[in-house]
């Protein structure tokens, strides 16, 4: 399977995910959202050097996996890419903070080690939680809890156009990736002197299939509101789901 067949079936696999019916996908997607920023921010409040309080965070990405029936694994799997990057980060630390925190014996860890992990933890675990939230709630819910909070409805369309359009522009890469194999067999990727000529015809092909969705959308009503389907589950379920994890989180944050 190519890289970008790869990443279709990763968003088509979300989508699915998103759209099950289980009871963690029935939660309003308001309150699933309200926790998730909170765990982040709780994340990023943590000292550098607080490594050991930090690991306790984790506690929160597994119990979500599990009780969503997530797969933590394929999660890593798919998010492999980002997770390499978040942990690159904080790679410069040990060379910038040289203090001795921890003498075992001979093995002497300094604060850029700690801080060097923590910056990664920290980055794996907000990774993982956004991902839960993805998994679990569809584009379309996570634009109308935006419009309950009162984010502009512009920038809440861009982000819906955005999701749905990249599917599209996906498969004209893979068209047009196709189309050079099939004229140069023999060649090994994309030769460099045609990556201008690529891009420009990949923009205006886009141009125009924008123009054809954007029709579509509005010849089906679309007015940049987002309804939502009245949900079967009690709006309590929400509201202590809610409270729950926030206390959760509170207390593995302070204690």
């Known amino acids: 399977m190519s890289k970008v067949n790869e990443a279709i079936h990763t968003i088509h696999y979300l989508d699915r995910m998103s759209l099950q019916n ?5 939660i309003h997607p308001l309150a699933k959202m309200i926790v998730t920023f909170f765990y982040i921010y709780a994340l990023i409040s943590f000292h550098k050097y607080d490594l050991i309080r930090l690991l306790g965070m984790s506690t929160y990405i597994f119990a979500v996996f599990i009780l969503g029936n997530v797969s933590l694994k394929q999660s890593i799997k798919q998010l492999r890419a980002v997770l390499v990057i978040v942990c690159i980060i904080g790679i410069a630390n040990p060379f910038f903070d040289k203090k001795v925190l921890i003498d075992i014996g001979t093995v002497k860890i300094t604060g850029g080690v700690i801080s060097m992990m923590t910056l990664m933890i920290k980055g794996i675990l907000a990774v993982l939680a956004s991902y839960f939230l993805i998994a679990v709630t569809s584009i379309e819910e996570i634009c109308y809890a935006l419009r309950i909070i009162h984010v502009p409805k512009v920038f809440v369309t861009l982000v819906l156009l955005i999701y749905r359009y990249i599917i599209l522009f996906l498969k004209e890469v893979e068209r047009m990736t196709l189309a050079y194999e099939l004229r140069a067999p023999n060649q090994k ?24 969705v954007y029709e579509s959308m509005l010849l089906r009503g679309f007015d940049g509101e987002f309804k939502r389907k009245p949900s079967k589950e009690p709006l309590m379920k929400s509201y202590l789901y809610c409270i729950f994890w926030i206390g959760v989180i509170g207390i593995l944050r302070f204690y």
Do not use: Y
């Open 22 to 26: 289980k009871w963690i996908n029935n």
């Open 189 to 212: 990727g994309i030769h460099i002197k045609v990556w201008g000529s690529m891009v420009g015809m990949l923009l205006l092909r886009s141009i125009d299939r924008a123009q054809i």
